[in-house]
């Protein structure tokens, strides 16, 4: 009984030209929810992956309810009752929820014809006991992110599961889809199942997770239980330097009363979600944008940029009505865009550094469409000095490159266009304490320059230390405005939940 | 009854299905019935070849890969047949299908083993197994011995007054029906298609089903060699010439997405049917030059891939 | 992450097979030919090798940047038949002058490619499925235009001009193929135009989220690559004195494809290599002409190429 559930001993990984995890132990006791912690690249996703069976360690041994195992593949680690939910969602959209909970694993009846209707009745159980009532028939993909997620997790559990890893199950939930499945995870636990949560906010550990294990570096930092720790030691493990330097003052300079409006939108309507937007954004103001997912955020950045277009409304540039078509109408104002998903719009993996980063302004850096190469790497070299981007050389591919260098190199690709409006869309997302750091410190430098900003963000904290301004999205329209002492977090749930 | 309903729930699927009958009724109102029923036995006979390849290429394309090679196969696995019937229809039937497994194997090991790109790979294999197939005939036309009337009858024999070919053709096409749409390794194809990296994560083993996948169509490619050999009374080293290309086009004409996970063979069935009809009513009015045939097998799969089309997919974004 | 100490510095052996791999299947082909094949390092072998490599090198070149967008072409062999047709019929039975009738043939086989681009780069759809479809209907419509007969050119200057030969020693094939060479490269290489191309077949979504006219640059490309189709086709009817437009170019686009992949541009798109990408495409015409040289039947050369394709793109694999 006092067995962990899993132990691992003396893990090590080697990638080419990398140790990626020296000499690492780690253990979950039985019926505990874990938390996995570190900066990128300090070697926690391996270290999932080894445990799950997608790597195989090249040292080290690793225990599962007290036998040794030797991880052959996610199916085979699953079989012995460890289930993994991803970050993405990894079920197959085209098909449906019974046949995603079942894949694999059906019983067969005779010519090994599946047995439908035993597994529809496993399914239905199965999401029964998350209390979840959907028609098992339809296709996965015509459900929303959360109940995919519910899906996932109902195919895990009907495993014969002992423990159960989440890597950053989260990151695609809102509020109140996050309050749903931490109260299922509790739940689940007080039933005596084991949980390995594996998140970048440090919010959630703190709320759900009784102890933490922090690596850094590939190695091991510390085991605590989570009641002995508070953010600030927390992070100071993470990267192992004392937190308060990364942790700023809050801007304190502000706007200046008067200054010109560069963008104003009036009742803006769009899509699905975006019901009616009125606000104004200044010159050098660095205005949040507030919301749950869903509220309309990202669409009202994707407007302003002319990656979608409005169906009424009016959206004026200095005064003057503007209609985007597209992005280069956008960007010929001036205006640049950093998308939320990095992998998906913004970066060209294969091309280089200097490649994404001139791409923007590549016109200017030729001449009749003849492209020079000695100003393109200045421009490359350039900014990858002034964002401090780590990379061996300008013509190293992007893709080799940790998710905040690639981060900075994009915003890098706007900044060489010297935009009068820049439009973020969750700029640190999935990126590490040091990066995210840096990027907000440049943010508010440029807007004291006079670059205005418009940002959206899922973690309040961070537009609060970072704006001017923020405005409070609820159901596609923007319902309250803060500024100064009256940005705070219960100020920004208080007017998201409509009590403002 | 869902499940019957699933056969055409795809819309361009539900669409083939209906051109089908629609061009059926037509035809069978056009001119004496009887007429008719010969002709459409007649249809059934010839499309039965590229029907029987075509419902392999829906496994491999609905398990997201493309097989280019399948003409080529075909053609070898006709002087195959055509150099075996000396030794019985049961051994050269044997003997060829087993060829077919094996060599739709190295088309799978090419793709899921050595990780080369379907379209490459096949393209490869296509011109390796035209090239064995001259070499070997020295790119003759082998014979089938005409005492071996057991063999050709594969080809020219009827049951009940259908076609043989066309009772092979429909009886590949229920097989594969229930093995796609009830069985674990049937489901698990569409899986990959639809999300290869999720059904890794969920336990399939995906080289070993992309295989399978092109072991099907290898085999059925082998069944088509069969009935060509026996049909013409010769294996055709030149035989089955840009069948590939026509395989592809009645399963997109089908409904079928060529991007994997959404698709069915009774949707390539109305495709292969549509394809059929077409050839037939160029080829019954010998004043319409051949090459129509052609342009008009190219505008329906342009229609086709119209109807697939989702206006959001030219945006930047959805 | 820390980084070992035993990283070197130069590059690893499988990047340079894939960056030098195409070269060195030429080089190994070019010494076993040197070796086995008698005479097969004559000027007028080489000069022949070139001559009939012509159309497979130019439209090779289109296909490297056609894959490069992340797309294929697989209708290049059937824009040549109805380039060869059109520019048979309008010089012959409609007496237009060569020059006329090449122009009116280019102008048709690059709307062909325009309606490529149309398609795949405005609607989104899938460039096999695209491209499949014209390779059907063109075939088709350029066997309808003289009923599937070929046409045969007797006595005009036709001939002299396919034959032509720069200050009467270099064939101008392969002055064309060195410009054409020479001209892809440097767009490739060198141009904004380049950029965006790598730029739209690597993230199509952030191209367009950059400000990439990606719709412009996918029509582009594909016109060009049934552009140079039509050229090629142009010449090809020339060197055979007639046009035959149910045979010419079939599987032609087989052979740019294998090229390309021969050459190390990856099928995923949003990278391209175009001197590679001629080393690929004369591998395979050295293969076809050794094989002609020492009198093997010619499904030998299938069979090689075959080998070789897959050799190399199982070496050129990234991991």
Known sequence: ?500 | MTRVLDLVRHRTARTAFFVAVLMLLAWIMYGEVFMNLFNIRNILRQTSMIGVISLGMTMVIVGGGIDLSVGALTALCSVAAAYLSVRGPVAAVAATLALGLVLGAVNGLLVAGLRIVPFIATLATMMTFRGVSYILTDIKSIPVPRAEKAFIAIGRGYVFQVPIPAVIFLAVLAVLYFFSASTRTGRQIFAIGDNEEAARMMGVNVPLVKIFTYVINGFLCAVAGIILAARLGAGQPIGAEGWEMNAIAAVLIGGTLLSGGVGSVTATFFGVLILGLISNIINLHGEINAFWQRIVTGLLLLGAVFMQWKPSSSRAGE | MRTLQKEAPGRRAPEMLRDYGAFIVLFLILAVNALATPNFFRLGTAWNMLLQSFPIIIMSLGMAMVVATGGIDISVGSVMAIGSIIFAKLSLDAGWGILAASLAALAVTFCVGLFNGLLVGKFGFQPIVVTLVTMMVGRGAAAVINDGKIVTFYDSNLVDFGLYQVFGVVPIHIVLIAVAVIAVYLLVKETVFGVYLQAVGDNLRAARLVGVNAFLVILVVYAVNAFLAGFAAIFETARLASADAINLGRLVEMDCVAAVAVGGTPMRGGQVRIVSTLAGALTMQAITTMVNMNNIPYAYSLVIKSVIIVVALSVQKEK
Not at chain 1, 197 to 210: A, Q, T, Y
Not at chain 1, 287 to 314: C, K, N, Y
Not at chain 1, 317 to 337: K, L, N, T
Request: charged content about 25%; aromatic content about 4%.
């Open chain 1, 1 to 500: 009984m006092t067995d962990p559930i899993v132990a691992m001993r003396g893990i090590r990984k080697e990638f080419p030209g990398v140790v990626a995890l020296d000499d690492v132990d780690f253990h979950i006791e039985r019926g505990e929810i874990h938390a996995l912690m570190g900066e990128n690249g300090a070697g926690k996703s391996t270290l999932i992956k080894i445990l799950t069976g997608m790597y195989r360690a090249d040292a080290g041994e690793i225990r599962l309810d007290g036998g040794i195992v030797e991880p052959r593949s996610v199916f085979h680690m699953q079989s012995l009752g460890l289930s993994t939910i991803y970050q993405e969602i990894n079920l197959v959209p085209n098909m449906s929820v019974c046949q995603n909970i079942a894949l694999a694993r059906e019983k067969t009846g005779p010519l090994r014809k599946i047995d439908w209707r035993e597994a529809r009745d496993r399914a239905g159980r199965a999401l029964a006991r998350l209390g979840l009532d959907i028609d098992v028939d339809k296709p996965l993909n015509r459900f929303s992110t959360a109940e995919q997620q519910m899906v996932a997790i109902a195919r895990a559990l009907s495993f014969d599961c002992k423990a159960v890893v989440m890597d950053e199950p989260t990151s695609s939930l809102n509020e109140g889809e996050i309050a749903a499945l931490f109260a299922l995870i509790r739940s689940l636990r007080e039933g005596g199942m084991t949980f390995l949560f594996v998140s970048h906010k440090l919010r959630e550990v703190f709320e759900l997770c009784d102890s933490v294990t922090v690596l850094r570096d590939g190695g091991l930092v510390g085991r605590r239980p989570v009641g002995e720790l508070d953010q600030y030691s927390l992070v100071s493990m993470m990267i192992g330097r004392d937190a308060s330097e990364v942790v700023r003052a809050r801007r304190s300079a502000g706007v200046a009363t008067g200054a010109r409006k560069i963008c104003s939108l009036e009742g803006v309507r769009g899509g699905m979600r975006v019901r009616g937007l009125t606000f104004d954004i200044a010159e050098g103001e660095i205005l949040g944008l507030a919301g749950l997912l869903g509220s309309g955020r990202t669409e009202t950045l994707r407007m302003l940029f002319g990656a979608d277009r409005p169906d009424a409304g009016v959206i004026r540039v200095d005064g003057v009505e503007a209609h985007f078509a597209m992005p280069r109408d956008a960007i010929r104002r001036h205006f640049a865009f950093c998308p939320e998903d990095r992998k998906v719009e913004g970066i060209m993996p294969s091309m280089s550094v200097a490649d994404n980063i001139a791409v923007t302004s590549i016109r200017e850096l030729s001449w009749k469409g003849i492209v020079s190469l000695p100003r393109k790497l200045a421009l490359a070299r350039e900014y990858i000095g002034k964002l401090n981007i780590k990379a061996s050389s300008p013509l190293q591919p992007i893709r080799n490159m940790s998710g905040g260098n690639q981060q900075k190199a994009i915003l890098a690709r706007w900044l060489a266009t010297r935009p009068r409006l820049l439009l973020l869309d969750e700029p640190t997302r999935g990126i590490d304490v040091g990066a995210k750091a840096e990027i907000l410190d440049l943010v508010r430098r440029l807007a004291a320059d006079g670059m205005s900003v418009l940002m959206v963000s899922s973690e309040w904290e961070e537009l609060i230390q970072t704006c001017d301004r923020i405005l409070v999205y609820r159901d596609g329209t923007n319902v309250a405005s803060l500024e100064g002492d009256a940005m705070t977090e219960d100020a920004v749930i208080a007017a998201i939940a409509g009590g403002h």
